[in-house]
């Protein structure tokens, strides 16, 4: 629980833009420290989005803070073992009895902590549990069909515009739009975003669907040279969430998430080993979807005046420590505890940065850093970057204790 003090913000009304995982986490962090907070989401429903997540003990302990690990419980499933594997011939390198934890990993003790084992969930079941907590709170919270324009602000407060006319004012804002974050684009002006040299295929392959003992362990990591796989069981056991990756030179698609043809999928790994091979024939056409991996440079810098940025808006990072949604939650929980500590909205975000840029920056090398070694295609120039990464440490992180 996160204690109220007397203190000069706590009556503000926080404007969120996104209502993704990172936006919603924050909603929820700020509306139990009793702020009012408004989130505005440019979808017009709160759907579905076939994909999986891990959560790490580090969003383990932000949703704890936030009153939500019991109800996590119920709907995540915790893997019993899991293996590295050649992606050619299936044969498993590494057996892990509990993965995850990777204390035990590194030097045969278990942690005891009971938030250390990661949990698989599907997406849409993470957000939906946000969504319901933000609405218990006030069931007005959220705004659908608010797709951000512009803002202005001054010494008063922040007026957002979105594309519909519609317009609120608050004390602050902040940018929780994602990875091709518009509020960060309005912000600091032209915004590089690189293809960062991978695409992905996901897509979620019913367990039955598969010829009996394809799938052995609960968890796999396939590695190969210039591509890999992914693949871990969710909702019960019942489905995989796959993921394949491809270095690539470029990106020709339009949009960075389309639908993907599965002979295309199909064609990428006809000659890796059965049990991918078995995995790509049976995802569903409708779940197979095509990613462009992109991102930026970390910045310096997320905020000006009274408007900043939250989750991937702030820091996009490369899928490849499974840490993207972990960090935004970070952040959500932190900035209401920066924003409760503080006198005024410049001081709480001068701490939200000071607390959140250095760490944030470290994962995102770390996660470039460990596409590379997962593809066997090490850079020096970036081991050199990544040498302070150790997963260890960013897993053990607590936003709800770390000093701010
Ligand atoms: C293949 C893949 C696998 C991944 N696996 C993991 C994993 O295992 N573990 C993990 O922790 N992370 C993982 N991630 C990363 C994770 O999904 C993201 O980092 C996380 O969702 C970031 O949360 P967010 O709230 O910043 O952004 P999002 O969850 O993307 O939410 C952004 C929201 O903003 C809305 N929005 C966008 N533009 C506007 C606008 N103009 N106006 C209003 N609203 C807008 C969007 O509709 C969306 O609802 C993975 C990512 C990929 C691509």
Request: hydrophobic share 40%.
């Given at each position: ?8 913000v ?6 969120l ?73 299936g ?17 045969g ?53 979105f ?24 912000l ?8 960062l ?54 990106w020709?698609?339009?949009?960075w ?22 995995m ?20 310096k ?29 970070e ?21 939200y ?18 596409g ?8 020096k ?24």
């Amino acid at each position: 629980m996160l204690f109220a003090r007397e203190s000069v913000v706590k009556d503000l009304h926080v404007v969120l833009i996104g209502a993704g995982i990172g936006g919603l986490t924050a909603a929820i962090a700020l509306q139990r420290a009793g702020f009012k907070v408004s989130v505005h989401e440019q979808a017009n429903e709160l759907g579905e989005v076939g994909a999986g997540l891990t959560l790490a003990k580090n969003a383990n302990k932000a949703m704890r803070s936030l009153g939500l690990t019991d109800k996590l419980v119920n709907i995540g499933f915790r893997p019993e073992n899991g293996g590295r594997k050649d992606l050619m011939t299936g044969v498993i390198h590494d057996f892990m009895s509990v993965p995850g934890d990777v204390r035990k990993e590194k030097n045969g003790k278990p942690d005891p902590d009971p938030d250390a084992r990661f949990c698989m969930y599907h997406r849409a079941d993470i957000h939906g549990l946000l969504a319901d907590t933000v609405r218990a709170h006030d069931p007005d919270a959220i705004h659908l069909g608010h797709c951000f324009q512009s803002f202005t602000q001054d010494g008063n407060g922040v007026e957002v515009t979105f594309s519909n006319g519609d317009t609120v004012k608050g004390d602050l804002a902040i940018g929780c739009d994602g990875n091709r974050s518009v509020v960060r684009q309005a912000l600091f002006g032209d915004d590089k975003v690189d293809f960062l040299g991978y695409v992905a295929w996901r897509g979620l392959v019913p367990v039955d669907a598969m010829p009996e003992g394809t799938i052995d362990t609960d968890t796999s990591v396939f590695n190969g040279t210039h591509r890999s796989v992914v693949r871990y069981k969710i909702r019960g056991g019942k489905t995989v969430n796959f993921a394949a990756y491809a270095q690539k030179k470029d990106w020709a698609d339009e949009g960075w998430s389309v639908p993907a043809r599965k002979d295309e999928l199909v064609a990428e790994f006809s000659d890796t080993c059965e049990e991918v091979q078995q995995m790509i024939k049976h995802i569903p056409a409708e779940t197979c979807f095509r990613w462009g991996m992109f991102g930026r440079e970390p910045m310096k810098t997320w905020t000006v005046g009274r408007v900043s940025l939250l989750g991937d808006a702030a820091h996009p990072m490369l899928p490849f420590l499974g840490q993207g949604a972990g960090m935004s939650m970070e952040d959500g929980v932190v900035i209401a505890r920066c924003l409760e500590a503080s006198d005024t909205i410049e001081e709480a975000f001068l701490r939200y940065e000071k607390a959140r840029i250095e760490r944030t920056t470290l994962v995102t090398i770390g996660a470039r850093f460990n596409g590379l070694k997962l593809h066997g295609t090490i850079e020096k120039a970036l081991e050199e970057r990544a040498k302070e990464f150790d997963a260890i440490t960013i897993n053990d992180y607590n936003p709800a204790t770390v000093p701010i």
